[in-house]
């Protein structure tokens, strides 16, 4: 049995995150996962169009599937913020 957390990932039998579209394991469930993930980063400034024209120093980062590269989460940070780490418990 495996436990749905995001649109994007599972809690697989074994206790790890995983990615909901081919199972690939992340970690273990109630640990960041997003280390294991790969990052995209991209500039905000011209990514969403004329509403982030100020956010020069604001990137996108996009966590993708390292095994099926579907897209797992993404955030808006400044490039020295840490990830937002959401742990999850179940
Ligand atoms: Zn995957």
């Known amino acids: 049995m495996s ?4 649109a994007s990932l599972v809690v697989n039998d074994s206790g790890e995150i995983a990615c909901m579209s081919c199972g690939h394991a992340l970690g273990p469930s ?7 993930a ?9 990514a969403a169009g004329e509403p982030y024209s100020n956010a020069a120093n604001v990137l996108l980062r ?3 599937c390292p095994s099926c590269a579907t897209l797992l989460d993404s955030e808006s940070a400044l490039e020295e913020d840490p990830f937002l780490n ?4 179940i």
């Open 62 to 64: 996009k966590f993708y």
């Open 3 to 6: 436990a749905r957390i995001s």
């Open 30 to 36: 109630g640990q960041p996962w997003k280390n294991a």
């Open 38 to 46: 790969t990052l995209s980063k991209t500039p905000l400034q011209g």
């Open 86 to 89: 959401d742990v999850v418990h």
